[in-house]
């Protein structure tokens, strides 16, 4: 596609939910990043992809949170029992580079609201 | 560990006014250097990048950064805005080696009046 593309682009959930992102990056970009963006707040790293291997996950707060990209193309974020806290924009960015130093290419981001 | 701080939280200027922001960043190695631009309602953009050479850059749309190592900053400059520049700006650091993942400021929001 053009750019990188999020679904849903708004969510709405339940405490205790579970909830799945997904991010279809830049077709033949190599690397692959999550952020977790609260409000008013500059975005976080989570993890990131390189082709299907997930090189660093680091970033990702608990073991609720799981990210996949079998394929070494579209990758999920999942969060499982979902709590307030979680409330966040989650961005995924896409880059040419192997080595994660090009430019990261954004998507518009998947807004969750956990209530 | 990479940390950004980015001091102006919110900036007003008029139209053709010149605007400095400022990046400091705290790494013991080498790093690469970014400011990406958010404009409402859009996604995250990159305005320019410093890996070497030049402590100068130039980007898009008439900004530019300055890279001072002893300093550990990187400011963004624009000698004229325009009420176009209003959005919020985040500063960005990763390292040439090791974790490849940006590290981000908590950005700037900059709003033009016209």
């Known amino acids: 596609g053009a750019g990188v593309s999020q679904s849903p682009r708004y969510k709405v959930a339940k405490r205790g939910q579970d909830v799945a992102l997904r991010c279809d990056p830049i077709?033949?970009?190599?690397?692959l990043f999550w952020y977790q963006q609260a409000l008013g707040q500059g975005p976080e790293f989570l993890t990131y992809?390189?082709?299907?291997?997930?090189?660093?996950k680091s970033g990702l707060p608990s073991d609720r949170f799981f990210a996949e990209r079998p394929e070494g193309s579209v990758s999920t974020l999942k969060i499982q029992r979902t709590q307030q806290e979680d409330s966040a924009v989650y961005l995924c960015?896409?880059?040419?580079?192997?080595?994660?130093?090009?430019?990261?290419?954004f998507g518009e981001g998947s807004r969750l609201t956990v209530l | 560990a990479q940390s950004v701080s980015q001091h102006n939280h919110h900036v007003i200027l008029s139209e053709a006014a010149s605007l400095e922001l400022g990046c400091n960043y705290s790494?013991?190695?080498?790093?690469?250097l970014f400011w990406y631009v958010q404009y409402p309602g859009q996604h995250l953009q990159l305005l320019l990048k410093?890996?070497?050479?030049?402590?100068l850059v130039k980007g898009i749309k008439g900004f530019e950064a300055e890279f001072i190592k002893s300093k550990f900053s990187f400011n963004l400059r624009k000698p004229s805005v325009q009420w176009s520049d209003t959005a919020e700006y985040f500063c960005?650091?990763?390292?040439?080696?090791?974790?490849?993942?940006?590290?981000f400021g908590s950005g700037t929001r900059l709003q033009v009046q016209p």
């Open positions: 960005a650091v990763n390292a040439r080696t090791g974790r490849r993942a940006l590290t």
């Open positions: 992809f390189q082709n299907e291997a997930q090189l660093d």
């Open positions: 410093y890996f070497s050479g030049d402590p």
């Open positions: 077709s033949g970009h190599v690397s």
């Open positions: 960015a896409s880059s040419l580079s192997r080595e994660g130093t090009g430019e990261l290419f």
């Open positions: 790494y013991g190695g080498t790093v690469n």
